[in-house]
């Protein structure tokens, strides 16, 4: 009689799988899900060319963030597991962010780090209300050790104090000053080092920077929204 074979089964949870984070960021997609129709009544008193020129513009970006102050604007949930799944399998410890807003992307980077050993997460956002609420996200989910929130103009707040190397960055703020915040931080990525951009669409110098073979970058859009770049 053949021999039976007796196989262990066992799940592996991970920072952002198990508890306190996995049910904190249920509650916060179900929320942002929400809040988007919200937001799309709120865009809609506004006309088609004022909202290119809001989303695009390298100044006029803070007149629709000061109107979008109490909505998430978050990523999806595939492009924040993508997230995860990036700094985790690059093995990431240090990470720069453009944009924080409520720290649903934040989440799933810090609990990358948290993975990875530790490290260290810089993250940006000039909204104060929503630094406060980022806050207490990050530390409901366990992961204030790992985060330093910079509040104020990003130009600013990530023109200096920098880690000496950076493996991910994730660019998910102001569209129209995603060159400007990528030429800040370029001097200071590791070679293979990762850029995402969420709705990098809304850039196109930005695009044209990373897609073009003589800057540096190997790019291509991922998903519906996402821009995935690699620095040569």
């Known amino acids: ?18 508890a306190p984070l996995a049910p ?23 006309s088609a060319e004022e909202r290119q020129r809001m989303m695009t513009s390298t100044t006029g970006y803070r007149a629709f ?25 690059s093995g990431a410890r240090s990470i720069v962010e453009f944009g924080t807003s409520f720290g649903i992307s934040t989440l ?15 993250t940006s956002e000039f909204e104060p209300s ?11 989910g366990g992961l ?4 330093e929130i910079r509040e104020g103009d990003a130009l600013e707040t990530l023109a200096g104090a920098l880690p000496e190397t950076i493996d991910l960055v994730l660019l998910d703020g ?19 080092a990762l850029v995402v951009a969420d709705n990098a669409d809304w850039s196109p ?11 540096g970058y190997l790019s291509l859009p991922f998903g519906e929204d996402v821009e995935l770049s690699v620095r040569s």
């Not at 904190?24 to 506004?46: G, H, K, P, V, Y």
């Not at 799933?108 to 810089?122: K, T």
């Not at 995603?178 to 030429?183: R, S, V």
């Not at 110098?205 to 800057?215: C, F, G, I, N």
């Open 1 to 18: 009689m053949a021999n039976a074979t007796n196989y262990s089964y066992f799940s592996v949870m991970t920072t952002l799988t198990a």
């Open 24 to 46: 904190l960021l249920d509650r916060l997609f179900t929320e942002a899900d929400a809040s988007t129709a919200l937001l799309r009544q709120e865009m809609a008193q506004i």
């Open 65 to 89: 963030y000061e109107r979008a102050k109490d909505f998430p604007l978050a990523v999806s949930r595939e492009t924040g597991r993508l997230l995860y799944m990036l700094a985790r399998s």
């Open 108 to 122: 799933h980077l810090a609990a990358a780090l948290r993975d990875n050993g530790g490290g260290r997460l810089i």
């Open 130 to 140: 929503k630094v406060a609420r980022a806050r207490a996200n990050i530390a409901a």
């Open 144 to 147: 204030a050790d790992l985060v």
């Open 174 to 192: 102001a569209k129209g000053l995603y060159p400007a915040i990528l030429a800040l931080l370029e001097g200071h990525l590791r070679p293979g």
């Open 205 to 215: 110098d930005y695009l044209a920077h990373v897609r073009s073979p003589a800057r």
